[in-house]
């Protein structure tokens, strides 16, 4: 065999006038340099799947209407990946605020997600749009859809693009693009309309956004798309009062901070007002747990058992345990009873469709001694719980206990809404809590925070911290804790009682310094490693808060360490 060195495998040969795209599925396209990306798409893409709206070249993201002047390596980014359907949503957002903009010259800002596949919308400076309106607003986006009208993106530099800005009333972007220290900035163009996208990657025409609805949705408006697990369709609206609600609390108190964007936050770092900030914030959460407190003081007589559920990285934990010393002062006796001590023995837990044991399955707990147990311990009986041994996969004998009538039962687990976990008990005698971390500071008009993206970057630093798992190991982890919150958790989120909302307005400033030397850990060429520039994008814009300014008790304590709750356990 010739060694690969030998000067006979060396020819003199043309230029080559087409580029290669090879497929992570092994087929390999041509075409003239220069050709975009979108055509080796549509040609490799079969007609049922679900609409690429993007591609991985080369381990990068990248937008369909880049031109392919090399060899590379593909993978499409469709509207069933997370990627994928943020392209897909600053799209349709692109698409809304330029149709608001021709119809009735008016501003509309982006407020939060809503779980069965939409954002809750508003307009600002006038009365809310009618249902005539909006019919209007989405008869007119259909045309365009139809008309297939190119989204091109532009270069501007720094004093452009805040030119823009101001042009257009974005006062919160002009605040982030005053403190930044970039030079240029990008921004997507649709018929004229030029706005800067967090993410920055788009569809390339109105033509890929088929799928949608705009809807009245008081106080605003939604706009929905097609959640990812099924691109291809549009869920019923949900209306979900108390998960709206929380997130008009949560503004109004980012109005008395003055805070209503992550640029007012960053000018309040910069005039030394951190402290200021964090002590409010906190003040806040101390009020809400006191309320939710003297709201199950109020109903001693009828409540035995208080649920509280939440997705993951919400801050349970250290909500239990303030709630707990809110309730001790009280004069009532939180006992804490583990959802974890009933699993069910190893060989005995359901698999999911992988094949691997599905510890968030409720049929994974043994809800038969559960609810058994439940009952005597309410009823005032002498009881040895179970303790179980993730070690071997067995359950042990536990200590006995004796509940009087003036403890209460304090049980925190992703089950803790769903009706079906407790049977046994009267509904009347159960109080539920939600917590949840909903976010509702924004970058500006069009772009919002996301929640889970809040909650994501509270895990990277916690895991690296408790745990020893990289980020990448959390980033990799996170779509299977996703999958299982939107099974267990946000279905019966409407069913609590009560809510709260773990959020803190400075706590994303706190994170930044923690979290961003573990994700620039991340090599490239990674699956996770384009999450990881995603996010380290995002927390560019974000001044860092100094950590020692959070208070002992605080729910972000339990996230980067220091926590004077971490071992508190109220003795029976």
């Known amino acids: 065999m010739l060694s690969p060195t030998n000067d006979n495998l060396v020819r003199e040969c043309d230029h080559r006038q087409d580029v290669q795209v090879r497929f992570h599925d092994g087929r390999v396209f041509c075409a003239p340099a220069g050709t975009r990306l979108e055509a080796f798409i549509k040609k490799a893409t079969p007609p049922q799947a679900a609409t690429v709206v993007g591609a991985l070249v080369n381990g990068r993201l990248a937008e369909l209407s880049e031109p392919i002047i090399a060899d590379v390596d593909v993978e499409p980014i469709s509207m069933a990946t997370e990627d994928g359907m943020r392209m897909y949503q600053r799209g349709l957002i692109l698409l809304l605020e330029s149709v608001t903009r021709e119809l009735f010259n008016a501003r509309i800002t982006v407020d939060h997600s809503l779980t069965f596949g939409g954002l809750f919308c508003r307009v600002l400076d006038r009365e809310p749009f009618t249902e005539h309106e909006l019919a209007q607003i989405e008869e007119r986006m259909r045309a365009l859809v139809a008309a297939d009208v190119p989204i091109t993106r532009e270069t501007l530099t720094l004093n452009d693009a805040i030119a823009n800005a101001q042009a257009n009333g974005d006062d919160a972007q002009v605040r982030l693009l005053k403190q930044s220290r970039r030079t240029e900035v990008r921004v997507h163009v649709l018929r004229g309309?030029?706005?800067?996208?967090?993410?920055?990657?788009?569809?390339?025409?109105?033509?890929?956004?088929?799928?949608?609805?705009?809807?009245?949705?008081?106080?605003?408006?939604?706009?929905?798309?097609?959640?990812?697990?099924?691109?291809h369709a549009l869920e019923p609206v949900q209306h979900s009062p108390k998960i709206t609600a929380v997130f008009r609390e949560y503004g109004e108190w980012l109005a008395r901070l003055g805070i209503s964007d992550a640029g007012a936050l960053n000018q309040a770092i910069l005039d030394g007002h951190t402290r200021e900030v964090v002590l409010v914030s906190e003040a806040l959460h101390a009020q809400r747990i006191a309320e939710i407190a003297s709201a199950i003081v109020a109903q001693r007589e009828?409540?035995?058992?208080?649920?509280?559920a939440g997705p993951s990285s919400s801050g349970k934990t250290t909500f239990a345990r303030r709630l707990t010393i809110q309730l001790l002062a009280n004069g009532l006796r939180p006992f804490p009873l583990s959802l974890d001590d009933y699993f069910l023995a190893r060989e005995d837990t359901p698999r999911d469709v992988n094949g691997a044991y599905d510890f968030e399955s409720l049929r994974a707990l043994d809800l038969e001694l559960f609810n058994r147990q439940l009952v005597a311990l309410i009823s005032g009986e002498r009881v040895t719980l179970p303790r179980y041994n993730f070690e071997t996969g067995q359950r042990e004998t536990g200590p006995t206990v004796q509940l009087s009538p003036n403890h209460i039962l304090l049980i925190e687990g992703i089950h803790g809404l769903n009706p079906n976990l407790v049977t046994q008990v009267p509904t009347e005698r159960i109080l539920r809590i939600y917590i949840s971390a909903l976010t509702q500071l924004k970058m500006d008009r069009l772009n919002r925070v996301a929640t889970s993206d809040t909650r994501l970057l509270r895990r990277i630093v916690r895991d690296a911290r408790t745990r020893g798992y990289s980020a990448q190991q959390t980033i990799a982890h996170w779509e299977n804790v996703r999958r299982g919150e939107d099974r267990n958790i946000f279905p019966y989120q409407e069913q609590a009682d009560l809510m709260f909302n773990s959020a803190l307005v400075y706590e994303l400033a706190t994170l930044k310094p923690l979290a961003e030397p573990l994700l620039r850990q991340i090599e490239p060429g990674t699956?996770?490693?384009?999450?990881?520039r995603r996010l380290l994008t995002f927390l560019e814009w974000f001044k860092p808060a100094d950590a020692r300014l959070v208070p002992e008790d605080s729910i972000l304590r339990e996230f980067i360490g220091g926590s004077v709750l971490t071992d508190f356990v109220p003795h029976l």
């Open 193 to 231: 309309i030029k706005r800067y996208f967090l993410g920055r990657m788009m569809v390339p025409s109105t033509g890929y956004l088929k799928q949608f609805r705009v809807q009245n949705y008081p106080p605003g408006f939604v706009l929905q798309f097609p959640r990812r697990h099924r691109p």
């Open 302 to 308: 009828r409540v035995r058992l208080v649920m509280i």
């Open 527 to 532: 699956p996770e490693y384009v999450e990881a």
